[in-house]
């Protein structure tokens, strides 16, 4: 059975008032996509005032691999909170790359 996560209101309103990515929304409380959107609507019915995040209408945020390499689509940065720009990608070790906006 899959790990419950609890309906915190002030938590999710504290991420949506700094303006989180939908991205580091999951990551910062360990959940899924499903379990964010969920939590969302609750929000939405409780204060009845309707909530966009940003990043939340990316269907896919899993980079695809191809023959050609990597494909990682311009929706897919802004749902991890990458901008308009150049991004530098570095080699971390033989299994990892790391991709970091320029400043």
């Given at each position: 059975?899959?790990?419950?996560?609890?309906?915190?209101?002030?938590?999710?309103?504290?991420?949506?008032?700094?303006?989180?990515?939908?991205?580091?929304?999951?990551?910062?409380?360990?959940?899924?996509?499903?379990?964010?959107?969920?939590?969302?609507?609750?929000?939405?019915?409780?204060?009845?005032?309707?909530?966009?995040?940003?990043?939340?209408?990316?269907?896919?945020?899993?980079?695809?691999?191809?023959?050609?390499?990597?494909?990682?689509?311009?929706?897919?940065?802004?749902?991890?909170?990458?901008?308009?720009?150049?991004?530098?990608?570095?080699?971390?070790?033989d299994k990892e790359i790391?991709?970091?906006?320029?400043?």
């Amino acid at each position: 059975m899959a790990k419950r996560s609890v309906f915190n209101v002030k938590r999710l309103h504290d991420l949506i008032r700094a303006q989180t990515p939908m991205a580091k929304i999951k990551a910062e409380l360990n959940v899924a996509t499903t379990t964010i959107n969920n939590h969302l609507l609750k929000l939405i019915q409780v204060d009845k005032t309707v909530y966009i995040l940003e990043g939340s209408g990316v269907r896919n945020t899993v980079p695809k691999v191809t023959k050609n390499g990597l494909k990682i689509t311009k929706g897919m940065l802004d749902s991890y909170g990458f901008t308009e720009g150049e991004v530098k990608i570095e080699q971390v070790n033989d299994k990892e790359i790391k991709i970091s906006q320029n400043v």
